[in-house]
Every structure is written in structure tokens, then in C-alpha cells.
């Protein structure tokens, strides 16, 4: 078997993560706008597009990218520019090719994640890939026409299933035993047989019920219940995933007791519970790891980096609050504080970036000086 082709250069990694930035500022301004809030054109223009923008555009780059930078083959790459390349033709307008394109950049990432399972033949990488291959029917089914509602489950899978396949990954450290391993691969095709099922009653059921089987798995074998007692980063880490659990479960619960009608505050509450919520809580405790491996930049640890968790859990609280009473001010503003978390996690993010490498140039400063 070959090995890893040269790694590219970090400097040329960045215009890709650039692409995905821009799909997540347009995609939180697009959800705001749909909520009423005046948005810059670009932003209030793709409000149809909030979903596929966030998913496709945001972390089909993110998660690609951190797929290709993994493998080291310069043909992975083709899967977050081809993503970055949708997002750019929905700002433009070419709303028929958007869909097309981010089924390419799904297909690229699919085969990226096959050929490591090829290489590594193990239970994690093949709910990675399968996870991988739930965006690429995704993007299909969009592109052949389908409504965003009729197949956000598949995004869904998309994003939860990546997030256990790693956590599944790190749990080898904890030696889950054979049992809990057999009751994984329970709740991953519950998942998937619900998915199948998307359009039905009892098939959301399945899949919210295979959320909260989930979320009491990683409870119990996630090594974060171990590491949330350390300190610094680690400790902060452990609390992003901790805390991201709480919505994973919420989400699934709502999909279980109540049938998700476009435009319902179930379905509303069900999707930003899984994808504010939980996924982003894991965007927050992932990025101090994904950013030094993409861009080769050191990002340290500064309790500052729980402001902006703190305040992402308090507005999904208050928007759920919102529509479980119905008081659309509670919704919307919880939005609102949703994106200022946002950008928040991203200001920390960059400024602790600026911190180390002022860090990395003093200490070199000083040895030099030796």
C-alpha cells in the first residue's frame, strides 16, 4: 500500500477554511433573517438556503477538510473546495448547480473516508464513513428535488453519526467492553432504520430514540466523564462534550413525544437543540485540536473560552423556551445570541491564535538569545 502523498502547506489550507467561514456568517445571517432580523442582502437573500449553507457549506468544508489534512492525498482536498464552491454559487445566484456541487464535494469525502477504513478496518472509521455517506444522499435527495424538511434527517446523521464515530474512536481508552460495543452498533442502525423511515411517524421516533440511546452511551463510555475532573483545555474540552450530551438527548426526546411539521416549534426546537446545541458545543471543544492539525497554528487555552459556551447554551435554552411557550420574542432573540456565541467562539479562537504565536515568537527570541 502507497503511503500518505506530501502534506500540503498549511498557507494553502486556509483559503479553503476561509470558504467555510463564509458559509457560516451568510447561514447564521440567513437564519436571522427568516426570523425577522435586518441582515445584509447577501444574508437575507439565502434565506431559503439557511439549512444547506450551515451543513453543507459550513461543515461539509470544516469536516472535509479536516478529513483530507488526516489522509494527506491532494485529491481529498477536491471535497472542500468542490463544498466551498457551492456556497460561492449560491451567493451568486446559480441556486441549480449549489446542490450539484455539494454532491460532489460529499461523494469526494465519502471515498476519502473509505479508503481510511480500507487502511483501518475498525468499527469507529466505518460509522465515520457511513456518516459520510448520509451528507452524500442528503445532497442528492436535495438536488433531485426534495425539500430541505424531507431530508434534513440525513444531514442530521451526517453530523451526529461523524461526532460518534470519534468519540467512539476515543473511547478505546476507557475499553468499552464487547456489550457495549454490540449496543453501539444497536443504536447506529436504529438510527439509520429510522432514517430510513424519515417520512414517517414512528420512523422520527426511532431515530429520536436512538439519539437518547446515544446520549446515555457516551454518558457511560465517553472518557470525558474522566477528564472533566483535570484542568485547563482538557477540563474545558470534557465540559463542551458534557454539556453538548444535554442537547443531543433534548433533541431526541422532542422527536420521540411530538411530530416534527415544517414550521412547528417542534421541529424547530428538535433541529437547533441537535445542531446548536450539540454540535456546536462539539465545534467549541473540537477547534483547540482541529485548528493546530489543519492550520499548523498553536491556539492555548484561556478560561475566556468558556464565555461563549456558556452563552450557546443559554440561548438554545431560551429559544426552546420560546417555542415551547410560544413567545416568538424568546425565539428570536435566542437566535440572535445564538450568532453573537458564534462569533464570539471564533474572536476567542483567533485571538488566542494571535496569543501563541506571540508565545512561539518570545520563545524563540529567547533561545536565539542563549
Known sequence: MNGPGPRRPAWERLPLLILGFVALFVGLGAGLARLGWSMPEAASGAAALHGPLMVCGF???????????????????????LAGIGTAAAMHGEVSATPWLYVAASAVLLAASLHVLNRQRELFMAVIAAAAGCWTVGAWLWAAGWAVHELVGWWLAFLVLTIAGERLELSRFMQPSPAARRMFVAIVGAMLAGLLAWGTRWGVALYGAALVALTGWLLRNDIARRTVLHKGLTRFIAVCLLSGYFWLAVGGAVMI???????????????????????????????????????RVAVPYHPVFYAPLALLHASVALRLAGDASGNFDWKRWGAMLSAIALVGFIANTASAVVRGRRGGARGAAARASR
Open 59 to 81: 461543515f461539509g468544508v470544516v469536516i472535509s477538510l479536516e478529513r483530507a489534512v488526516a489522509i494527506g492525498r491532494a485529491w481529498a482536498y477536491a471535497a472542500p473546495l
Open 257 to 295: 413525544g411530538f411530530e416534527l411539521v415544517p414550521g412547528s416549534a417542534a421541529y424547530d426546537a428538535a433541529l437547533h437543540a441537535l445542531l446548536l446545541g450539540f454540535v456546536f458545543a462539539m465545534v467549541f471543544g473540537h477547534a483547540p485540536i482541529i485548528f493546530p492539525a489543519v492550520l
